[in-house]
């Protein structure tokens, strides 16, 4: 009897040898294939990972090199980078289309400058940050045609709740003031100023301009102290202060920037006292007057 207890436990021990040996032999196949996907989606990830890596920094050397070409050819460099952006990656070639559209007004192309950042604040694709500093660079350079001008650059940056919003606001009403109407213009003013939630800077000057625009609403002649172009110089540097994180935001989809490589401003170097002569669309330096009404 235990002799065939015995025997009976060995058949069934090699029973189940048997059904484990043919199952690991039907599933081989499938295991096999599972291993070598494994090992060919690593092997794949690496090579993307090496492949983007080469994009980056041949776009990162591409970019310098056309910004080399800025002090010595402006305008090959202007194109330089036109072609540069429609092949770079994403981050650099929103950076390029932002320092073309610096260098076109820099040598006083105000308006293919004007569409160049247009050009950016309607890409839905460029960093949204990027995109409104376009639209406070097209506004600017919009001063020359009006309000009308000014108005449809910043869009609906006006309504927005960042600093580049708050920049708009001033924008908006400093064509207000530029354009005659003080009543506008100081209701413009005085909600900046009253705003705790607006930058300081913002506040100091609503202050001093709302007193102006009284001013004017009052009848005086304020022609001669509403300097818009020193006023637009001031928004202009805060605005490159502001602007300076945004293009980083945009340095960080460009995947791999150099190392030492600053590309935390658009404007070309070798073009800066051109530039603050020519048009405050762009940030000056940071030695320029501020207004004093």
């Not at 090959?76 to 289309?97: I, K, M």
């Not at 102290?225 to 490159?240: F, I, S, T």
């Not at 994180?245 to 340095?251: G, K, P, V």
Request: net charge negative; charged share 25%; glycine share 6%.
């Amino acid at each position: 009897m235990a002799n065939d207890e015995t025997l009976l436990r060995e058949v069934d021990r090699e029973l189940a040898e048997e059904r484990q040996h043919a199952a690991l032999q039907r599933q081989a196949p499938a295991l096999i294939a599972g291993a070598a996907a494994i090992v060919l989606a690593v092997g794949g990830w690496q090579f993307w990972q090496a492949r983007q890596r080469a994009v980056a920094e041949q776009a990162a050397m591409e970019f310098r090199t056309a910004i080399e070409a800025l002090a010595a050819e402006p305008r090959e460099a202007a194109e330089a980078l036109a072609d540069f952006a429609e092949q770079a990656p994403a981050g650099y070639a929103v950076l390029a289309r932002m320092r073309r559209a610096s260098l076109l007004a820099a040598t006083g192309e105000a308006e293919a400058a004007r569409e160049a950042y247009r050009a950016v604040y309607e890409d839905s694709a460029a960093p949204e940050r990027l995109r409104q500093l376009a639209r406070l660079r097209a506004a600017a350079l919009a001063f020359a045609d009006g309000r009308a001008a000014v108005m449809e650059a910043l869009g609906a940056l006006p309504a927005d709740a960042s600093p580049f919003g708050y920049h708009a606001q001033e924008f908006a009403a400093v064509a207000a003031l530029d354009a005659g109407d003080y009543d506008g213009a100081e209701t413009m003013f005085r909600r900046l100023m009253d705003d705790p939630q607006a930058p300081a800077p913002i506040r100091d000057r609503a202050r001093e301009y709302a007193a102006l625009a009284a001013a004017g609403k009052a009848g005086v002649n304020i022609k001669g102290q509403a300097r818009v172009e020193d006023l637009l110089r001031a928004l202009g540097e805060d605005a490159g202060e502001a602007g300076g994180a945004a293009e980083n935001e945009a340095q960080g989809g460009a995947d791999a920037a150099p190392a030492g490589e600053d590309l935390s401003s658009d404007e070309p170097a070798a073009d800066d006292d051109a530039e603050t002569q020519t048009t405050p669309a762009d940030p000056p330096s940071a030695d320029e007057p501020q207004p004093n009404p």
